[in-house]
């Protein structure tokens, strides 16, 4: 069919990319004085309506995630043959393919556009969806107006919503970015999937090769020597055949790729937002989630370590972590504290989650008493805060074990959820205000009411929550043993 020289007011320039079920054209929006890119799916697959569906169905995607990390969608229609079209970012740098025709980037290059990247996929996944399809032919590059480039993840061809994967999933995604559930019908992908295609485009990266079979691979720095050891971790747990081993998404890798220290399996925070929710009045707004979630996402650190990893109890007054489950909680709370029994261990488990400085059981503790009187029950629809510890639906759903890939919580919330997500936020988090002056332990108090970025301006704990981290800082005393 001959090619089109107009998709609606954008007039076509040239052919760029031609894929399986579409092809891509520079063109030129006239009225706006702009190039874009225009997509367009083919002829012999537009009669398709399945096809035709999932067409359309990345533009909503794209449209719907609008970000500046993906590449954005600014318009939908048909051509005059019936064809539907979508035009979005003209991507005028190019892709990582064609970066890594020329052999592998510079190790600081690679963490740089990686942490792009995966805040990237950090949006997606906020929103309930895999990708599926990572590889270096959908890493594109678009110049800034101020100068430098951004990076921008393409291509949500065979993009799915978590609301859908229940359901039958047919194989799918690249070989040798594709991870090995996406080689079976019903393999169900979820957010691990596009953590194992993001392992995948790092290791790419350092080496100049796509990762061989796990039976025969070997880590970064034994094909790229100086590549750290901690991000030869972060890669090869990235890659592991078994997705429960993985990464839980693209938010806990970049924490990965970012720490100084080598990652331990473990199960970290997923999908963070940084602001806690408020009493009546100061309810936290999410109208631009993606925003939040994407500067979250690359501050998330994965500190939380599991049962088996944890030592013996301690002696009273000593500070080495606690087992995962048992009754013995005084060498951490005060007996005689006032504190429930039916809450103790949940609120040791809690407090021990990371050894984030000031966390602490006591902390946690004393902070469920100022929220809710440790009242389980608790039910303030007003400010849309439930449950023992306070936490609305929206907010819990990123902090719960699971994240975003379990059921978005309804009140009432249990008290384990409850008190455990304290103690993921908090290792999560927590870094982000490290270095900031005051009481370790009241800095967290703070960012649980009001998030990172209000204990940054005011470089410390802010005035208005003061009283509240004085309350805190009393109940503390009471509770920590002698």
Same mark, same amino acid.
């Given at each position: 069919?001959? $090619? ?17 079920? $579409? ?29 035709? +569906? ?46 890594? #025709? ?27 969806? *895999? ?14 107006? +101020? ?54 485009? &790092? ?18 720095? #034994? ?7 901690? *991000? ?22 970049? %924490? ?40 979250? #996402? ?7 370590? &599991? ?7 301690? #002696?009273?007054? &000593? ?7 048992? &009754? ?16 103790? +261990? ?69 008290? +384990? ?23 370790? %332990?009241?800095?967290? $108090? ?37």
């Amino acid at each position: 069919m001959t $090619a089109p020289t107009h998709a609606g007011r954008y007039r076509i320039e040239q052919l760029i990319g031609v894929g399986g079920f $579409a092809s891509v054209h520079l063109a030129q929006d006239d009225e706006l004085r702009s190039p874009v890119a225009v997509k367009i799916l083919a002829d012999n697959w537009a009669r398709r309506r399945d096809v035709r +569906e999932r067409f359309l169905q990345e533009a909503r995607l794209l449209r719907r995630a609008d970000s500046h990390l993906l590449v954005q969608v600014f318009d939908i229609g048909e051509l005059d043959d019936g064809r539907p079209y979508f035009v979005m970012t003209y991507a005028d740098r190019g892709t990582l393919e064609e970066r890594l #025709a020329g052999g592998p980037l510079a190790v600081d290059e690679t963490l740089r556009l990686m942490s792009d990247i995966c805040q990237g996929l950090a949006v997606l996944h906020s929103i309930g969806v *895999v990708h599926r399809d990572l590889k270096p032919s959908n890493v594109l590059f678009c110049s800034r107006p +101020e100068g430098g480039e951004r990076v921008m993840v393409a291509d949500l061809g065979i993009a799915r919503s978590t609301d859908h994967l229940s359901g039958l999933t047919l194989p799918a995604g690249s070989p040798g970015y594709q991870a090995p559930e996406q080689l079976y019908f019903d393999g169900a992908p979820d957010a691990r999937a596009d953590v194992h295609g993001l392992g995948a485009l &790092t290791y790419h990266m350092l080496t100049g090769r796509v990762p061989a079979k796990p039976e025969q691979r070997v880590p970064p720095s #034994a094909l790229r020597p100086g590549v750290p050891e901690a *991000v030869d971790a972060a890669v090869m747990r990235a890659l592991d055949p078994d997705r429960e081993v993985r990464w839980s998404d693209a938010a806990a890798y970049a %924490a990965a790729l970012s720490s100084p220290t080598v990652a331990l399996p473990e199960d970290p925070p997923e999908a963070p937002q940084e602001e806690r929710p408020r009493r009546p009045g100061r309810r936290m707004a999410l109208a631009g989630g993606t925003a939040v979630v994407v500067a979250a #996402a690359a501050a998330v650190t994965a500190m939380a370590v &599991t049962a088996s990893q944890r030592p013996d109890p301690p #002696a009273p007054g &000593t500070t080495s972590s606690p087992p995962h489950t048992g &009754t013995a909680t005084s060498g951490w709370l005060r007996a005689d504290s006032g504190i429930p029994d039916e809450y103790r +261990e949940l609120i040791v488990r809690a407090g021990t989650s990371c050894k984030e400085p000031g966390l602490s059981p006591a902390l946690i503790a004393a902070m469920l008493k100022v929220e809710s009187g440790y009242d389980p029950g608790l039910s303030d629809p007003e400010s849309d805060e439930y449950g023992i510890a306070r936490w609305t639906p929206r907010v819990l759903w990123h902090w719960q074990p699971g994240g975003l890939q379990s059921p978005k919580p309804e009140p009432p919330f249990s008290a +384990e959820l409850s008190i455990l997500s304290m103690g993921r936020f908090m290792c999560a988090l927590g870094p982000k205000v490290r270095d900031l002056p005051g009481d370790p %332990a009241l800095k967290l $108090a703070a960012l649980y009411r009001s998030g990172v970025d209000p204990l940054k301006r005011a470089n410390g704990i802010p005035e208005q929550w003061r009283d509240y981290t004085g309350k805190v800082s009393r109940y503390m005393r009471d509770y920590q043993p002698a």
